[in-house]
C-alpha cells in the first residue's frame, strides 16, 4: 500500500479503527508535551525570556516566550502559555473575533461569546446560509468541507473540552455584534452587544435558557437613560450586593448599575462621577488637560474586595476609580503615547494575590499585559508582544483568572482565539 493511500484511510470513515487510534496517538503527544513543557517551567525564574528544553534526538525542543524576566517585582506572578489548550473544537467548529471571556467562579468553566458572522467566508465554507439580525454569513450551496461556524456562546471545562454552546434563539432578540460575557456568583450568564441598534443585554442560565433582557434594540435615548444600554462593553456582579455593573460603553459614557435579581436600575455615572454628557471630546492628545467626560468605549468595569469599582476609558489610556456610589476618587493614565484603540483594555484582579496589590490591565494596542501597583496605579511590569504564535497576542481583547491563578485570554479582530497561561510556581 503506498504511503498516500495509507493516510486517506487514516482519515476516512472506511478504517475507523486507525481512526480513532490516530486520535489516540494525537491525545498521547498533546500531553507528553504538556507534561515535558510544564517540568520546564521552573527554568522560567531564572530570569529567561524564552523557555528550551533539552536536545532530545538531535532536536531543540522549544517552548514559547512567557513572562520571565531579571526585574520582576516581588509578588508579580509569572505565565507560560499553554499552546494545547484548548482542545480541538467539535463538529468542525470554528470561531471568529472572541469578544468576551468569563470563567465561572463555581467550576472554573472558561465561557467565551465570540462573533460567528466575523469568519471569513473561504473558512467558512461548510456553513449553511445564517442571517441572525442584520448579519448574513455562510453559504447556499455549500463551497466546501470546512467549515462550521460554532455558537457564539461557547462553555469550555477546565481541559478545553466544549461543554455547552447557544446562541440566538426563540423569544429574544439576539446582537448584531456580539460583546461580553459575564458569569456571575449564582451561575447566571449575562451577554450584552456592541452592534447597530445593540441597545440591551441579556440574563441567561448556563443551559441558554432565557430569564430578560434589559433595554431593546434601537430603543436608546442617551447616556442618561435609565431603562436601555447602548452597545455595552462589559459587565460584572458584586456578589455582596448582586447589583450588575455595566460598563456602557460604546454608544454612552457611563458605567450603569441594575439589580441583578430584577434588572431595576439603581444608579448610573460618568467621567469624576459626574453625570453623563454625551458630548465627543475628539481624539485622545496626551498633551492637553484630561476630558471630563470619557472617549468611548468604555471598555472595562472590576470590583475590589474593599469596595472600589475600578473602570477604563479605553481610547483615553486611562483607569478611574470610584467608590461603589459613583463618588470619584482618582485616575491615572497608562502608556500615554498610545493613540488609537488605547491601552486600557480592562481591569481584573488576581485571585491569589489575596491583598489585592495589583492591577491586571490587558493592552490590545500594545499587545501587553500591564501590572500595576494599585495604590499608585502605575506600571510596576508588563509582558507579551504581538504575533500569532502561541503566547503571543492579536488585538488582545479580554483576560480572566481561574481560581488556580492560571490566565485565559480572548483575542479580536484578527485574533480569533482564546489562549490559556500557566501559572508558574513561586
Known amino acids: 500500500m503506498s504511503a498516500s493511500r495509507a493516510r486517506q484511510q487514516s482519515t476516512g470513515a472506511s478504517a475507523p479503527s486507525v481512526g480513532r487510534a490516530r486520535q489516540r496517538n494525537q491525545r498521547g503527544v498533546r500531553l507528553a508535551a504538556r507534561l515535558g513543557a510544564l517540568a520546564l517551567l521552573t527554568a522560567c525564574e531564572s530570569g529567561q525570556g524564552a523557555v528550551q528544553g533539552a536536545v532530545s534526538g538531535g532536536e531543540m525542543a522549544r517552548y514559547p516566550a512567557d513572562a520571565s524576566g531579571t526585574a520582576v517585582p516581588a509578588g508579580v506572578a509569572q505565565f507560560a502559555v499553554d499552546p494545547f489548550w484548548p482542545e480541538p473544537l467539535p463538529s468542525n467548529w470554528i470561531i471568529g473575533q472572541v469578544a468576551g471571556l468569563s470563567v465561572s467562579p463555581d467550576d472554573d468553566h472558561v465561557w467565551i461569546i465570540h462573533r460567528p458572522w466575523t469568519v471569513q467566508a473561504t473558512n467558512a ?8 439580525r442584520d448579519n448574513t454569513w455562510g453559504h447556499d450551496p455549500l463551497q466546501s468541507m470546512c467549515c462550521v461556524t460554532a455558537p457564539p456562546v461557547i462553555e469550555f471545562d477546565r481541559e478545553g473540552n466544549v461543554v455547552r454552546s447557544w446562541g440566538a434563539g426563540a423569544g429574544y432578540e439576539w446582537f448584531n455584534s456580539e460583546h461580553g460575557i459575564h458569569v456571575d456568583h449564582n451561575g447566571f450568564v449575562w451577554v450584552a452587544g456592541n452592534g447597530a441598534n ?96 470619557w472617549r468611548t468605549p468604555v471598555h472595562g468595569v472590576a470590583l475590589s474586595n474593599d469596595g472600589f469599582v475600578y473602570v477604563t476609558d479605553r481610547p483615553s489610556n486611562r483607569i478611574q476609580v470610584f467608590r461603589k456610589d459613583g463618588t470619584y476618587v482618582r485616575e491615572s493614565v497608562l502608556a500615554p503615547q498610545t493613540y488609537g484603540p488605547g491601552s486600557t483594555w480592562e481591569v481584573v484582579f488576581d485571585p491569589l494575590d489575596v491583598e489585592q496589590r495589583f492591577l491586571i490591565v490587558p493592552d490590545g494596542t500594545n499587545n501587553k499585559v500591564w ?36 490566565v485565559f485570554t480572548a483575542e479580536v479582530q484578527t485574533g480569533h482565539r482564546v489562549q490559556k497561561f500557566v501559572r508558574l510556581p513561586g
Open 125 to 132: 465554507g461548510a456553513t449553511p446560509a445564517t442571517a441572525v
Open 198 to 293: 445593540d441597545h440591551h443585554l441579556m440574563k441567561f442560565t448556563k443551559d441558554g435558557e432565557f430569564i430578560f433582557q434589559i433595554g431593546g434594540v434601537g430603543v436608546s435615548t442617551g447616556s442618561n437613560d435609565t431603562e436601555s444600554v447602548n452597545r455595552a462593553a462589559i459587565m460584572e456582579v458584586d456578589p455582596t450586593t448582586n447589583e450588575l455593573y455595566v460598563a456602557d460603553g460604546y454608544g454612552n459614557r457611563r458605567v450603569i448599575v441594575f439589580d441583578a435579581e430584577t434588572g431595576e436600575y439603581r444608579r448610573h455615572w460618568g467621567a469624576y462621577g459626574e453625570p453623563p454628557v454625551d458630548e465627543d471630546p475628539g481624539p485622545w492628545n496626551p498633551d492637553a488637560p484630561p476630558s471630563r467626560t
Open 371 to 406: 501590572t500595576l501597583d494599585r495604590e499608585t496605579l502605575q506600571p510596576v511590569y508588563s509582558w507579551g508582544r504581538g504575533g500569532r504564535q502561541p503566547g503571543q497576542f492579536d488585538w488582545l481583547h479580554n483576560l480572566e483568572f481561574d481560581s488556580e491563578g492560571n
